[in-house]
């Protein structure tokens, strides 16, 4: 699937709706530069899951939990992981892997772990096309 996004409220709007579709054990993983607005649509995606809480960057955290929904959110920004290993330390391989995660994890920076998620996971690209415009294309790796 592929659409244009004018403004921040519609990719907030794209991630709701995305998350319709959602199930228990779904991995999704963002394609993107840094301000394309991966965590604009990971904010709706969590609504979309029926969390009350704000997503923020967790960009000093890795990792934020968002609680209140049908199962819980694992978001994940990879971009400040110093190393792979820092990842297996952290206990991070559970939330990539269907068979043990017990909600949906998505993640921000997915290159930095590369191997670590495993397959079948969705993948959202975003791209900037101008300042306020962006094309987000969504796939499936099985
Ligand atoms: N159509 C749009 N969709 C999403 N964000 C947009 C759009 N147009 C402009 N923006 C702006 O782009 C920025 C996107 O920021 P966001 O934090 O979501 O990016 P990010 O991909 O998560 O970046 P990072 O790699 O730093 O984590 C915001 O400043 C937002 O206001
Ligand atoms: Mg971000």
Do not use: C
């Given at each position: 699937?592929?659409?244009?996004?004018?403004?921040?409220?519609?990719?907030?709007?794209?991630?709701?709706?995305?998350?319709?579709?959602?199930?228990?054990?779904?991995?999704?993983?963002?394609?993107?530069?840094?301000?394309?607005?991966?965590?604009?649509?990971?904010?709706?995606?969590t609504?979309?899951?029926?969390?009350?809480?704000?997503?923020?960057?967790?960009?000093?955290?890795?990792?934020?939990?968002?609680?209140?929904?049908?199962?819980?959110?694992?978001h994940?920004?990879?971009?400040?992981?110093?190393?792979?290993?820092?990842?297996?330390?952290?206990?991070?391989?559970?939330?990539?892997?269907?068979?043990?995660?017990?909600?949906?994890?998505?993640?921000?920076?997915?290159?930095?772990?590369?191997?670590?998620?495993k397959?079948?996971?969705?993948?959202?690209?975003?791209?900037k096309?101008?300042?306020?415009?962006?094309?987000?294309?969504?796939?499936?790796?099985?």
């Amino acid at each position: 699937m592929e659409r244009i996004t004018r403004n921040k409220e519609e990719t907030i709007s794209l991630g709701k709706e995305f998350a319709k579709n959602i199930k228990k054990g779904d991995i999704v993983i963002f394609n993107g530069d840094l301000g394309a607005g991966k965590t604009h649509f990971a904010k709706g995606f969590t609504e979309g899951i029926g969390s009350k809480n704000l997503v923020t960057s967790p960009t000093f955290t890795i990792m934020n939990i968002y609680e209140g929904g049908r199962f819980p959110v694992y978001h994940f920004d990879m971009y400040r992981l110093s190393s792979m290993e820092e990842a297996e330390e952290l206990g991070f391989e559970e939330y990539f892997d269907k068979n043990s995660l017990d909600g949906v994890s998505i993640v921000e920076w997915p290159s930095q772990v590369e191997g670590l998620i495993k397959k079948p996971y969705y993948v959202v690209s975003i791209e900037k096309l101008d300042d306020n415009t962006r094309k987000i294309t969504i796939g499936r790796e099985e």
